[in-house]
């Protein structure tokens, strides 16, 4: 069975950082291009990074872009986010979603707050 | 950078009707790289077609998807109780970003 579970959410304040953490279970990562999605409270879906399989290939949105970094540990199994200078409209849950045909597995999602 | 925009923002119909949701890009995306997914409140989206057109695995054949080039369409034939939710499109696939529409609220009429 295909699992992805987050971790690493929490409150921080503005400026902060965090690492997100995502592992992987039930496939073999390492054939899979991964991506965060992230979602504010009441909100849509915002897709926010994506990394290729191996790690080599990277991309953002422009929101996140310079302070984000997407990587993968594929011995491990799992995939991360750091978020640096985090600020209030950072709020959200984040997901993990595996990129089969589509976006076809997603974990339950890791709450991350900041505020002062 | 593509957008998707999704209308309406809110439908409201009853169940056993049908229900048509649209897609609009802002510039041609691939048909074999677009997907739609339905999200009900607290939980995580769910897959429902792949590739415009392509249902995934365990999807009620009541959903199905078409479009190509800049408008694509979701269509839920039949209404049931469970298919009140939000419904997305997201463009996915080998391209730089992979963005998601702003969603389309189904709710009961």
């Known amino acids: 069975e295909v699992q992805l579970v987050e971790s690493g959410g929490g409150l921080v304040q503005p400026g902060g950082s965090l690492r997100l953490s995502c592992a992987a279970s039930?496939?073999?990562?390492?054939?899979?291009?991964m991506h965060w999605v992230r979602q504010a409270p009441g909100k849509g879906l915002v897709w926010v990074s994506r990394i290729n399989s191996d790690g080599s290939s990277t991309s953002y949105a422009d929101s996140v872009k310079g302070r984000f970094t997407i990587s993968r540990d594929n011995a491990k199994n799992t995939l991360y986010l750091q978020m640096n200078s985090l600020r209030a409209e950072d709020t959200a849950v984040y997901y993990c979603a595996r990129l089969g045909r589509g976006c076809d597995y997603w974990g339950q999602g890791t709450l991350v707050t900041v505020s002062s | 950078e593509i957008v998707l925009t999704q209308s309406p923002g809110t439908l409201s119909l009853s169940p056993g009707e049908r229900a048509t949701l649209s897609c609009r890009a802002s510039?041609?995306?691939?048909?074999?790289?677009l997907a739609w997914y339905q999200q009900k409140p607290g939980q995580a989206p769910r897959l429902l077609i792949y590739g415009a057109s392509s249902r995934a695995t365990g999807i009620p054949d009541r959903f199905s998807g078409s479009g190509s080039g800049t408008d694509f369409t979701l269509t839920i034939s039949r209404l049931e109780p469970e298919d009140f939710a939000v419904y997305y499109c997201?463009?996915?696939?080998?391209?730089?970003?992979?963005?998601f529409g702003q969603g389309t609220r189904l709710e009961i009429k």
């Open positions: 039930g496939f073999t990562f390492s054939s899979y291009w």
């Open positions: 997201q463009q996915y696939g080998s391209s730089l970003l992979s963005p």
């Open positions: 510039q041609s995306v691939s048909s074999s790289y």
